[in-house]
């Protein structure tokens, strides 16, 4: 129910001989004389299962015995799961768990259409599923268009005074985009349809039109950040709810990044500097006036200007809320308060009653549920049917020149 995520699949479980069913592509690297100097695995695009849109995978392999070649050892694939499970992301919730436990059976569906058993199968659970990274996606549905582009530009406005080194791309719909070291956090209204492939009967305008509503904010997240909150193994997000886990991502992401409520855009009421030292109201009032607040008397003269700096700095914002290492022409832009109303945890986000059979959402989770299970039966079944057509087509021949001979 998460936009996308990125998975690793031990296969540690699985007997060599069977992981050796398990089809990996290993490519191999040579020097200008053809010696072979390096090996590794290619990825690979497989077809959804449940809807008509591709998944990348790489099968990971090792040769601990020299015997049996490349064993596959885990799996690592790149899932946008609402559009591999439903076609498309317009509408979806925010469930990481829900996300995994779907990776995870699209990967066991591949599996039993190459001819891994049921046995084997069986024992791969979702403890044998860790994250290398998520995307959680926060909709925050708005009354109309206009209120949700405004959204969206405000946290531009803001993003860019506050990043003011970060390039700000303005495609077919303004997308705003705050990288950090451990996390990225992109902002914009869905338009882009070229990898949505909606399912037969679904109300495609519909879904469309209410897309334009919706400010999607999402919250890449890397596997240091994963490491730090305990987050990497799947199994670590099946109460995430319950523990409250998304909305300390959102405050502690977007709203941090953000400095929501922190920062004002207006010049100080005469009470402010009546909270502040002297010292701190002259200097405050010759940034207001656009002079550089490092050249502070009181600052350059210091044994440590830059740690001088920052100890006025921090005064200032914490009585006055605004941030002189910013600006003053460039702090008035800023949009914080204006955001600090709206842009706050959504909680899981729920379609429309129409909507839900159409969705990647709680609501329809069981549905979508059974229908893995279902496709997963259906592999099995497949399979064994083949195998037992070749079976036959294989004896055939034989045992007609059997009966030949013994004619004779």
């Known amino acids: 129910m998460t936009d996308s995520i990125k998975t690793t699949l031990r296969l540690t479980k699985l007997s060599a001989l069977v992981r050796k069913d398990i089809n990996a592509v290993i490519c191999t690297t040579a020097n ?3 010696e072979m100097t390096g090996r590794y695995p290619r990825p690979s695009v497989q077809q959804s299962a449940m809807a008509k849109t591709k998944t990348k995978w790489v099968v990971r392999c090792s040769r601990d015995n020299p015997e049996l070649g490349d064993v596959p050892t885990h799996i690592d694939a790149d899932l946008n799961i609402p559009n591999a499970t439903i076609g498309h992301n317009l509408e ?3 469930s990481v768990w829900a996300a995994g436990v779907a990776a995870l059976e699209q990967q066991r569906i591949w599996m039993a259409k190459g001819g891994v058993g049921r046995a084997a199968l069986d024992l791969l659970t979702t403890e044998d599923v860790s994250l290398r990274g998520a995307t959680i996606t926060y909709c925050l549905p708005c009354d109309t268009q206009v209120e949700a ?6 946290i531009n406005a803001t993003g860019k005074v506050l990043n003011p080194r970060r390039k700000f791309a303005d495609s077919r719909n303004l997308t705003v985009t ?3 070291r451990t996390f990225t956090i992109t902002a914009y209204i869905k338009t882009e349809l070229k990898h949505c492939k909606f399912p037969d009967g679904a109300p495609v305008d519909d879904l469309i039109e209410r897309a334009l509503y919706i400010v999607r904010v999402e919250v890449k997240l890397g596997l240091r950040f994963l490491k730090k909150q305990g987050l990497v193994a799947l199994d670590s997000w099946r109460d995430a709810y319950e523990k409250g886990v998304y909305e300390a991502i959102f405050n502690a992401t977007v709203r941090a990044k953000l400095r929501l409520g922190e920062l004002r ?3 100080p009421r005469a009470e402010v500097y009546e909270r502040l030292s002297p010292e701190l109201g002259r200097l405050l ?24 700096f920052s100890a006025l700095r921090l005064a ?12 003053w022409v460039e702090h008035v832009k800023l949009r914080c308060f204006e955001l600090d109303a709206k842009l706050r945890y959504p909680g899981d986000y729920t379609p429309s009653d129409a909507h839900t059979p159409w969705c990647f959402c709680k609501a329809n989770w069981p549905a979508l549920r059974q229908k893995l299970r279902e496709a997963y039966e259906a592999a099995l079944t497949e399979y064994a049917r ?4 070749r079976a036959i087509s294989t004896c055939g021949p034989a045992k007609l020149l059997h009966q030949e001979s013994v004619s004779a």
């Open 32 to 34: 200008p004389w053809g």
């Open 92 to 94: 979806h919730g925010t």
């Open 149 to 154: 582009q405004t959204m969206v530009d405000a």
């Open 178 to 180: 705050l990288p950090e």
């Open 265 to 267: 855009h207006k010049a």
């Open 285 to 308: 009032r010759g940034y207001l006036k656009g002079y550089d607040p490092r050249k502070f008397p009181s600052v350059v003269d210091s044994q440590s200007p830059a740690k001088r």
């Open 316 to 327: 200032i914002l914490k009585v006055a809320k605004i941030d002189i290492d910013i600006p």
């Open 386 to 389: 083949k195998a037992e057509l």
